[in-house]
């Protein structure tokens, strides 16, 4: 099945509005009209009304890094799914390694963030990926597999939801997963994800890789038959390696 290639940046918490309307300087021609890609920025939360403003016009879409599950109400500090709508976000990321790690969320918070950004509309970009120790250990299928198990349910409107692998040992360390060992990860979760929507739904979900993922190995990544674009850190601060990444995804289209 043709899946649509999906690259997402993630600034993570990176960048002033300076900072961002520079690296856009450097961006806006690199999605062309037309192109076979879809392409977001998911900016902090204090760039995201200024940047839906900068991104109008443009085919990059904008996202979040997370949010809350609650509509409303005393929890300070949070955000919520109707907030970001609000602020023009298509997309939303869920599960991190670094909310998991840094910030203690677990499968329960995740699952009810999860549940709640889908029926606010929002598209959400579900992370998974094992630690070093477990991948080690042989345990990349169980960790995965209990993550995606914990925070989704057949009721979810799984269009709208994206399945981003990263290994949390790539992540910001120079060291990515070999296509082999992306490719295999890859179709445990689709297919886990056929199991629970359907083979059909399965077959269409699209799934990124994420974990230091470059301009120099995205095309090896991206030509995997279950890898569909990439969810890109460090990467997609810098404008010409960004580009190259979309660049290398539509190549794959
Ligand atoms: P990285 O981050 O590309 O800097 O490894 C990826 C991510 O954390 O989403």
Same mark, same amino acid.
């Given at each position: 099945?043709?899946?649509?290639?999906?690259?997402?940046?993630?600034?993570?918490?990176?960048?002033?509005?300076?900072?961002?309307?520079? #690296?856009? &300087?450097?961006?806006?021609?690199?999605? @062309?009209? /037309?192109?076979? $890609?879809?392409?977001? =920025?998911?900016?902090?939360?204090?760039?995201?009304?200024?940047?839906?403003?900068?991104?109008?016009?443009?085919?990059?879409?904008?996202?979040?890094?997370?949010?809350?599950?609650?509509?409303?109400?005393?929890?300070?500090?949070?955000?919520?799914?109707?907030?970001?709508?609000?602020?023009?976000?298509?997309?939303?990321?869920?599960?991190?390694?670094?909310?998991?790690?840094?910030?203690?969320?677990?499968?329960?918070? #995740?699952? &009810?963030?999860?549940?709640?950004?889908? @029926?606010? /509309?929002?598209? $959400?970009?579900?992370? =998974?990926?094992?630690?070093?120790?477990?991948?080690?250990?042989?345990?990349?299928?169980?960790?995965?597999?209990?993550?995606?198990?914990?925070?989704?349910?057949?009721?979810?409107?799984?269009?709208?939801?994206?399945?981003?692998?990263?290994?949390?040992?790539?992540?910001?360390?120079?060291?990515?997963?070999?296509?082999?060992?992306?490719?295999?990860?890859?179709?445990?979760?689709?297919?886990?994800?056929?199991?629970?929507?359907? &083979?059909?739904?399965?077959?269409?979900?699209?799934?990124?890789?994420?974990?230091?993922?470059?301009?120099?190995?995205?095309?090896?990544?991206?030509?995997?038959?279950?890898?569909?674009?990439?969810?890109?850190?460090?990467?997609?601060?810098?404008?010409?390696?960004?580009?190259?990444?979309?660049?290398?995804?539509?190549?794959?289209?």
């Amino acid at each position: 099945m043709a899946r649509r290639p999906f690259v997402a940046g993630n600034w993570k918490m990176n960048g002033t509005l300076t900072d961002a309307r520079e #690296l856009m &300087a450097g961006l806006r021609n690199a999605v @062309e009209p /037309g192109m076979p $890609v879809d392409v977001a =920025v998911c900016t902090p939360f204090t760039l995201l009304y200024p940047m839906g403003k900068e991104l109008d016009g443009t085919d990059i879409k904008l996202g979040a890094q997370n949010c809350y599950f609650e509509k409303k109400g005393a929890f300070t500090g949070e955000i919520s799914p109707g907030m970001l709508s609000a602020a023009n976000c298509t997309y939303v990321i869920i599960g991190h390694s670094e909310r998991r790690y840094v910030l203690g969320e677990t499968g329960d918070l #995740l699952r &009810a963030k999860v549940k709640s950004c889908l @029926e606010e /509309g929002l598209s $959400v970009i579900y992370c =998974v990926g094992e630690l070093l120790d477990e991948r080690d250990a042989g345990k990349t299928t169980d960790v995965v597999g209990r993550q995606l198990a914990e925070s989704l349910s057949d009721d979810l409107d799984h269009a709208r939801l994206t399945i981003a692998y990263e290994p949390v040992w790539a992540i910001g360390t120079g060291r990515t997963a070999t296509p082999d060992q992306a490719q295999e990860v890859h179709a445990f979760i689709r297919e886990r994800m056929g199991g629970l929507f359907g &083979a059909d739904a399965g077959a269409a979900m699209r799934i990124q890789y994420g974990g230091s993922v470059k301009p120099g190995n995205a095309a090896e990544l991206m030509a995997c038959p279950d890898v569909d674009g990439a969810l890109v850190g460090g990467a997609s601060l810098v404008a010409e390696d960004f580009a190259g990444i979309i660049r290398a995804a539509a190549a794959t289209a």
